[in-house]
């Protein structure tokens, strides 16, 4: 069955980085693109970017360019979001789901990671 | 990129039928037919119960359905029941390989 089980939570300082994982199992990794979603205490879900697991391409929001990276290791079947100069703001949880291209839409998620940024 | 408004709340007693509206522009809602609606319980991931608009993933009770006009799309979901109560949002293709969720609706079930 498909799944993706994401890293454990972090605790960063202002201004740091951080880089979560989330590895997949179930599926054939390089023929759906993975993508990134956070959710801040008591807030909506906002989409941060995707990678295309197979080419390695890219997309970012806007919001977010410049400060976020997302890779993967296709060997490890593993997809990472990084985000730097973190800010008390980005103590969100953070998600990675999987993109299914004939339902556009995200089919299956990672369990959450939370990332708490804290002084 | 704003987010699609969605009304904060919405209840209704079991049984009856409950409507969510999600509101974007032409281009994202009002552009495309990629809209897709999440379902999420406190503490727990989202999971996806509607695709293109209005269709339903194998597993999905049929009480679920999506519609769209011009730049708003609806779910609605009939004869409600105890565990659908939890929160619902939508998500649209905005163009350029990009996407945007609602701001998430707090369904509530009497």
């Keep these: 069955q498909v799944q993706l089980v994401q890293s454990g939570a972090e605790m960063k300082k202002p201004g740091a980085s951080v880089k979560v994982s989330c590895a997949a199992s179930g599926y054939t990794f390089r023929s759906y693109p993975i993508h990134w979603v956070r959710q801040a205490p008591g807030q909506r879900l906002e989409w941060l970017g995707w990678i295309n697991t197979g080419r390695g391409n890219t997309k970012y929001s806007q919001k977010f360019q410049g400060r976020i990276t997302i890779s993967r290791d296709t060997s490890a079947t593993t997809a990472y979001m990084e985000l730097s100069s973190l800010r008390s703001e980005d103590t969100a949880v953070y998600y990675c789901a999987r993109f299914t291209n004939t339902l556009e839409s995200l089919d299956h998620w990672g369990q959450g990671t939370q990332v708490t940024v804290s002084s | 990129q704003s987010a699609l408004t969605q009304p904060p ?21 009002g552009g495309y037919k990629y809209v897709s609606w999440y379902q999420q319980h406190p503490g727990k991931a989202p999971k996806f119960i509607i695709y293109e608009v209005n269709k339903r993933p194998s597993g999905v009770p ?49």
């Excluded at chain 2, 709340?9 to 809602?29: K, L, N």
């Excluded at chain 2, 969720?101 to 509530?108: C, D, I, S």
Aim: aromatic share 10%.
């Design chain 2, 62 to 110: 049929d009480r679920f359905s999506g519609s769209k006009s011009g730049n708003t799309a609806s779910l609605t979901v009939s004869g409600l029941q105890a565990e659908d109560e939890a929160y619902y949002y939508c998500s649209s293709y905005a163009g350029s390989d990009t996407y945007v969720f609602g701001t998430g609706t707090k369904v509530t079930v009497l």
């Design chain 2, 9 to 29: 709340s919405a209840s209704g007693s079991p049984g009856q039928s409950v409507t969510i509206s999600c509101t974007g522009t032409s281009s994202d809602v």
